[in-house]
């Protein structure tokens, strides 16, 4: 997964580049960390074959797509008024669920160039 941040209407975005959307492969999707909250979930059977049923587990989860090339880690998205008041229980919902074994909030965050004195 590589991410990217950019400016878009004088607003900086956040696109990830190579993900995969229901079955097919996308060059970049952008990402409005402004309006959602990210969740990446690593997943075993029975999620494994059908990914997106995992956002029926709570009604404000719903499914991206899949992380890069590894078909266990999934991106799901929550709008942010629901994470700040039900993150709790979205996250209790996740974790508990079978077949889920891992969930990352994922946080948006400044990509800084190092120095040549760094390297």
Not at 30 to 51: E, G, M
Request: hydrophobic share 40%; aromatic share 6%; no cysteine.
């Amino acid at each position: 997964m590589y991410l990217q941040q950019v400016e878009h209407n004088s607003r900086p975005i956040t696109v990830i580049y190579n993900l995969h959307l229901s079955g097919t492969t996308m060059s970049s999707v952008s990402l409005n960390y402004d309006l959602n909250t990210y969740l990446a979930v690593t997943l075993s059977p029975p999620f494994l074959q059908q990914p997106a049923a995992l956002a029926q587990v709570h009604p404000a989860v719903a499914h991206v797509g899949q992380v890069g090339q590894m078909e266990d880690v999934q991106l799901y998205s929550v709008a942010k008024f629901e994470w700040e008041r039900a993150s709790g229980d979205i996250l209790s919902k996740l974790e508990n669920s079978d077949g889920v074994r891992r969930v990352d909030v994922q946080e948006l965050s400044q990509r800084t160039k190092r120095g040549v004195d760094e390297l």
